[in-house]
């Protein structure tokens, strides 16, 4: 049988898990495992298959082992609030507030918190707002970077060791465009927690963009180890990584495991054009020596009117000068051809533009709101608008964070774009958010533009 997809592959185990196939979910699993021994997806999986079968430890090492890798994993938060309830009350409330603050407008979480608030306090809480963290996590995906630091410095000088909200602020600091504060922060989650994902992307998409490659390739390899399919990387800096979602087909159990491709990081490395340094970085004065390959045979050559080459030592001195263009002549004929690198061909996804592969990841992925954010965005970039704002218009309804990321957007390509059906799908998110008095305010205006 053909190979199938690594997202559909771990659908199928979770599957198998809901309607009760434990061993074929088992062997998904161990079968993947010798792929990906270290997809965190795996372990949530495993925390799943062993609170299926009642083995309740289990499922709580696989799940705090989730947590470690990645704060924000809120189905990881909301598996251990239930495991530990009976035991730590508190600690299982600390683990809803942080799923609640992760999927902001799930009613059902904020019944279970307003449960164990009662068990704590002996009453029910009068409302469950929102919160200072939740509100900071919004400012972060709405892009008001400058806002949400203020709110995350203040939450973290009241509770320092909250790793999620330190991945929050070095998010924020890395669009702000400073990167080393950034990088010191992820540093020092990594010395503390050595596997952390989100660190992980940060800090070897700084070292990348920052024209250190050899210090960015280990990071990133280890990040793409826990996230094949690069999906976290994407949600959380999207084409600012170099990390590009992956479609990864796998075989099946049974089938011939065939060798793993080639690292994406290494090739990168090697043949990526790197962004010049930003102001911090180091001075290129100060990086380490790197040994020159062999120069190489171009790929094209192209006779210049303006630079003629110097005549070689054994040419004979009394020949008299060319004109131009006998020496354009001369050059095209004496020139050898060259032959294409066929031994290093291009990758086809190092061919593909953003905007392909935003598309193709779509359409593997048509119910991912993060992949069809990106492709909206990828189409808003390009000024399609029909596209942009179909797709914009589709996220409605994925949920409140959803609408709050499309109105962002949209808020900011419509300060820089007039187009009537951008303002008036600007018109109805507010709309759908329940933000009425602007709502108006934006119909007003397209309506007084239409007189």
């Known amino acids: 049988m053909a190979p199938i997809s690594l997202s559909t592959y771990l659908a199928q185990a979770r599957s198998d898990i809901q309607n009760g196939n434990l061993e074929e979910a088992r062997e998904i699993i161990e079968h993947l495992a010798t792929l990906y021994p270290q997809h965190l997806k795996l372990h949530v999986l495993r925390g799943e298959l062993a609170l299926a079968q009642e083995d309740f430890t289990a499922a709580t090492e696989h799940y705090e082992r989730v947590v470690d890798l990645d704060p924000e994993n809120a189905t990881a938060h909301l598996a251990l609030a239930s495991l530990i309830e009976e035991d730590d009350v508190l600690a299982a409330i600390g683990h809803l507030e942080r799923a609640r603050e992760l999927d902001i407008g799930n009613q059902e979480i904020s019944r279970n918190l307003a449960r164990l608030y009662t068990l704590r306090d002996g009453e029910e809480p ?3 707002g929102l919160t200072k963290a939740m509100f900071a996590r919004m400012l972060v995906e709405g892009r008001e970077y400058a806002r949400a630091e ?3 410095r203040t939450l973290l000088a009241q509770d320092p060791e909250r790793t999620d909200l330190q991945i929050l602020l070095a998010r924020a600091l890395f669009f702000l465009g400073r990167s080393w504060e950034a990088a010191s922060i992820c540093e020092k989650i990594l010395a503390a927690l050595p596997n952390s994902l989100p660190a992980l992307i940060i800090l070897g998409s700084i070292h990348y963009k920052n024209g ?3 210090e960015a390739q280990p990071l990133l ?5 826990l996230d094949p399919e690069n999906k ?3 949600e959380l800096l999207g084409y600012e990584t170099p990390l590009a979602l992956e479609e990864i087909m796998t075989p099946l159990v049974g089938e011939e495991i ?6 994406v990081i290494e090739e990168l490395a090697e043949e990526a054009p790197l962004p010049p340094a930003m102001e911090e970085a180091t001075p290129l004065a100060e990086s380490p020596e790197v040994t020159p390959e062999p120069a190489r045979p171009v790929e094209e050559y192209i006779p210049s009117e303006e630079k003629v080459a110097e005549p070689s030592p054994e040419e004979p001195m009394a020949k008299p000068p060319l004109t131009e263009e006998e020496v354009g002549e001369e050059m095209a004929v004496s020139q050898p051809p060259v032959e294409p690198l066929a031994e290093e061909p291009l990758e086809a996804e190092q061919l593909k533009t953003p905007l392909e592969q935003a598309l193709e990841f779509f359409n593997a992925h048509p119910d991912d709101p993060q992949a069809r954010l990106n492709l909206a965005r990828v189409y808003a970039q390009h000024e399609n608008w029909v596209e942009a704002i179909g797709h914009y218009r589709a996220l409605f309804d994925a949920g409140p964070h959803a609408v709050f990321q499309v109105i962002s957007d949209l808020e900011q390509l419509a300060a820089k774009s007039e187009a009537t059906q951008l303002q008036q799908l600007l018109g109805d998110a507010y709309l759908v958010a329940g933000r009425v008095p602007e709502a108006l305010a934006q119909y007003q205006k397209l309506l007084a533009k239409s007189k």
């Open 126 to 128: 009068k409302e469950m």
């Open 150 to 152: 203020e709110e995350l």
């Open 212 to 214: 250190l490659p050899k």
């Open 221 to 225: 390899e280890q990040a793409r180890s």
């Open 232 to 234: 976290r990387a994407q």
């Open 258 to 263: 065939l060798p793993p491709p080639p690292p």
